[in-house]
């Protein structure tokens, strides 16, 4: 058994072809971009971390030097006990010394810069500012920590967190109980080395609440809704991708620093690459649509047109021509040789077809004037034996049943006729028989009703008839023919299924073998010349060779099924002809 190849299509094939091909361009590019954006992500993230990392030590540092100053006041704990238990005049050189205190413990680091020690119990409220501190600035800070006080009747947490006085923001941190506050202020700009701070970064100083203090180092510098503690120990994308951001958590207070890289400073050139990437892609794109597009003009339906074509020319469409024009000179000689070829095979055709209508014209005849002779021939013997038996009333009445017989045996029209009118010549036939065997046949016809005007070929039930007639019907016995008509699906074809049985002795086997291998001999007798010339009859009407069936019945008789096409596809108008 031959194997057959699957066969891909053209179009599919260069269609997989140029996607994959784009597939892959975009994988490779995807694979660069993503390679490439990962690389500058984390030479920016580490940079970040760096910055973080000395901006959050120099604020720590300064935080730390400013809590070492307060230790140092704190341990001379004798003086600060005078505001409590001492005279008014004590507590007048307590005042004197905590100020020459507070003075040298501001000493202790170039970071310090405001102290505070504020006796509640007395009211007395001592300060050592820092050196560029104005008088207004002095009053405005003495005036916070007294608000201080009064929003903070108990203790006060003693972390460093923020409070803007004035137009300044400082980080404050607070001793306070019910008797004394002591704390120290330093103004946030101060935090930070800011003279050394790269403008490519920008340092992001936020409260607990993530409020923004302030801001500096570089000129693009995020917003409030940028900012978020998710950033806090880890780096990543703003909520726009507008900037990288890592941050940090002061171990001293509830301060936040944030370091920010805008976009466009983490890619630098690399975003016009990127530019450059997508440019080519969609050029790739457009490129790969337009030969797309292109080959589809050119290439494929011109192709699809040729199979159309083909396909109609299988269905029997000899008219079928492609275009004169064609995009390119390939296709220009292909349409051009194949309308040549259609005309050539058109002709040819057309030749073949004339010589077989002839055969078939011929044969047509050759069978009518096979079965109509039969007919007469058996008449003529029926009417020859008669004679010799004197029934002169019997052959009168037998020769007017054959006239009705012979008017519709050679009556014009068309090659099928319907289905009622070929049964009321049988029940003519059956009458006319009845003559020459008086009681021998019983028979019953059984139709469908609704189908009376279905076509079939004229003398189908005749002929089968006659043979019975001819070797199962004796004087001797009853025989019985039964004839049915019923609409039937035969090959997911609705056809009206004919069945004519009688209980003779049936056929001869030799003559079912031949019958089924396809190879009638007819006898020197003409036995059997009347089935087979039928079953040839429907062959070239209905182009089907398996629509009559030949069978003996159990115990005996035969049985002839027909099944009949409702459309005959080939007609002639010799069938009808004397």
Same mark, same amino acid.
């Given at each position: 058994?031959?194997?057959?190849?699957?066969?891909?299509? $053209?179009?599919?094939?260069?269609?997989?072809?140029?996607?994959?091909? !784009?597939?892959?361009?975009?994988?490779?590019?995807?694979?660069?971009? @993503?390679?490439?954006? *990962?690389?500058?992500?984390?030479?920016?993230?580490?940079?970040?971390?760096?910055?973080?990392?000395? #901006?959050?030590?120099?604020?720590?540092?300064?935080?730390? *030097?400013?809590?070492?100053?307060?230790?140092?006041?704190?341990?001379?704990?004798?003086?600060?006990?005078?505001?409590?238990?001492?005279?008014?005049?004590?507590?007048?050189?307590?005042?004197?010394?905590?100020?020459?205190?507070?003075?040298?413990?501001?000493?202790?680091?170039?970071?310090?810069? =405001?102290?505070?020690?504020?006796?509640?119990? %007395?009211?007395?409220?001592? *300060?050592?500012?820092?050196?560029?501190?104005?008088?207004?600035? =002095?009053?405005?800070?003495?005036?916070?920590?007294?608000?201080?006080?009064?929003?903070?009747?108990?203790?006060?947490?003693?972390?460093? $967190?923020?409070?803007?006085?004035?137009?300044?923001?400082?980080?404050?941190?607070?001793?306070?109980?019910?008797?004394?506050?002591? %704390?120290? !202020?330093?103004?946030?700009?101060?935090?930070?080395?800011?003279?050394?701070?790269?403008?490519?970064?920008?340092? =992001?100083?936020?409260?607990?609440?993530?409020?923004?203090?302030?801001? &500096?180092?570089?000129?693009?510098?995020?917003?409030?809704?940028?900012?978020?503690?998710?950033?806090?120990?880890?780096?990543?994308?703003?909520?726009?991708?507008?900037?990288?951001?890592?941050?940090?958590?002061?171990?001293?207070?509830?301060? @936040?620093?944030?370091?920010?890289?805008?976009?466009?400073?983490?890619?630098?050139?690399?975003?016009?690459?990127?530019?450059?990437?997508?440019?080519?892609?969609?050029?790739?794109?457009?490129?790969?649509?337009?030969?797309?597009?292109?080959?589809?003009?050119?290439?494929?339906?011109?192709?699809?047109?040729?199979?159309?074509?083909?396909?109609?020319?299988?269905?029997?469409?000899? #008219?079928? /021509?492609?275009?004169?024009?064609?995009?390119?000179?390939? &296709?220009?000689?292909?349409?051009?040789?194949?309308?040549?070829?259609?005309?050539?095979?058109?002709?040819? @055709?057309?030749? #073949?077809? +004339?010589?077989?209508?002839? $055969?078939?014209?011929?044969?047509?005849?050759?069978?009518?004037?096979?079965?109509?002779?039969?007919?007469?021939?058996?008449?003529?013997?029926?009417?020859?034996?008669?004679? &010799?038996?004197?029934?002169?009333?019997?052959?009168?009445?037998?020769?007017?049943?054959?006239?009705?017989?012979?008017?519709?045996?050679?009556?014009?029209?068309?090659?099928?006729?319907?289905? #009622?009118? +070929?049964?009321?010549?049988? @029940?003519?036939?059956?009458?006319?028989?009845?003559?020459?065997?008086? %009681?021998?046949?019983?028979? &019953?016809?059984?139709?469908?009703?609704?189908?009376?005007?279905?076509?079939?070929?004229?003398?189908?039930?005749?002929?089968?008839?006659?043979?019975?007639?001819?070797?199962?019907?004796?004087?001797?016995?009853?025989?019985?023919?039964?004839?049915?008509?019923?609409?039937?699906?035969?090959?997911?074809?609705?056809?009206?299924?004919?069945?004519?049985?009688?209980?003779?002795?049936?056929?001869?086997?030799?003559?079912?073998?031949?019958?089924?291998? %396809?190879?009638?001999?007819?006898?020197?007798?003409?036995?059997?010349?009347?089935?087979?010339?039928?079953?040839? =009859?429907?062959?070239?009407?209905?182009? /089907?060779?398996?629509?009559?069936? $030949?069978?003996?019945?159990?115990?005996?008789?035969?049985?002839?099924?027909?099944?009949?096409? /409702?459309?005959?596809?080939?007609?002639?108008?010799?069938?009808?002809?004397?």
């Amino acid at each position: 058994m031959e194997r057959r190849i699957k066969k891909d299509s $053209f179009m599919r094939t260069i269609t997989i072809g140029v996607v994959s091909y !784009l597939i892959l361009m975009i994988v490779i590019l995807s694979a660069v971009w @993503r390679n490439t954006s *990962a690389t500058l992500e984390d030479g920016a993230g580490a940079a970040l971390i760096q910055a973080r990392d000395i #901006s959050l030590y120099q604020m720590d540092d300064v935080l730390k *030097a400013n809590e070492q100053a307060l230790a140092s006041v704190l341990q001379n704990n004798d003086n600060i006990k005078v505001f409590e238990y001492g005279t008014e005049n004590q507590r007048a050189i307590a005042a004197q010394n905590m100020i020459q205190i507070l003075q040298r413990s501001a000493l202790t680091s170039s970071d310090v810069e =405001t102290l505070v020690f504020y006796d509640l119990v %007395g009211d007395t409220y001592i *300060a050592k500012t820092g050196d560029n501190a104005t008088y207004e600035e =002095t009053v405005l800070i003495e005036k916070a920590v007294r608000k201080l006080k009064d929003e903070n009747p108990g203790n006060m947490p003693s972390e460093w $967190f923020y409070s803007k006085i004035g137009e300044k923001n400082y980080a404050v941190r607070m001793y306070k109980n019910k008797k004394r506050m002591l %704390g120290a !202020l330093v103004e946030v700009s101060n935090l930070f080395d800011i003279s050394s701070a790269s403008d490519t970064i920008t340092y =992001t100083l936020t409260d607990e609440a993530g409020a923004i203090i302030t801001q &500096f180092g570089g000129t693009d510098a995020p917003q409030q809704g940028d900012i978020s503690e998710r950033f806090i120990g880890n780096g990543g994308w703003s909520e726009g991708k507008d900037f990288y951001i890592t941050g940090a958590k002061s171990t001293r207070g509830a301060l @936040r620093i944030y370091v920010s890289m805008p976009r466009s400073r983490v890619f630098g050139s690399f975003q016009t690459l990127q530019v450059v990437l997508i440019g080519l892609v969609a050029a790739a794109i457009l490129l790969l649509l337009l030969m797309a597009l292109y080959t589809r003009r050119t290439v494929y339906s011109p192709l699809a047109e040729l199979l159309a074509s083909m396909r109609k020319i299988e269905n029997g469409d000899q #008219s079928v /021509r492609l275009p004169d024009e064609a995009d390119t000179v390939e &296709f220009q000689q292909i349409n051009t040789s194949f309308n040549r070829m259609m005309d050539t095979i058109v002709n040819l @055709r057309m030749r #073949s077809y +004339e010589e077989r209508i002839a $055969f078939d014209e011929a044969t047509l005849k050759y069978v009518q004037l096979q079965i109509k002779p039969h007919f007469f021939l058996n008449a003529l013997t029926t009417i020859h034996s008669m004679s &010799f038996q004197n029934r002169n009333e019997e052959i009168r009445e037998y020769i007017e049943r054959l006239s009705r017989n012979i008017r519709y045996l050679f009556k014009s029209g068309l090659h099928a006729v319907p289905l #009622s009118e +070929e049964m009321e010549h049988a @029940r003519d036939y059956i009458s006319m028989q009845e003559i020459l065997y008086p %009681g021998c046949v019983f028979d &019953f016809i059984d139709i469908e009703p609704g189908i009376e005007d279905y076509p079939i070929p004229q003398l189908l039930v005749h002929t089968i008839l006659e043979n019975i007639y001819k070797h199962a019907v004796s004087v001797d016995r009853l025989t019985s023919i039964l004839i049915s008509a019923k609409m039937q699906e035969k090959d997911g074809e609705e056809m009206c299924h004919l069945i004519v049985e009688d209980d003779g002795e049936g056929y001869p086997e030799e003559f079912l073998k031949e019958v089924a291998a %396809g190879d009638v001999k007819v006898k020197d007798d003409g036995h059997g010349v009347g089935l087979w010339n039928m079953k040839k =009859t429907l062959n070239l009407m209905y182009r /089907r060779d398996d629509l009559m069936e $030949f069978s003996n019945k159990e115990p005996h008789g035969t049985r002839v099924d027909v099944w009949l096409p /409702r459309r005959v596809k080939r007609q002639s108008s010799l069938w009808t002809q004397s």
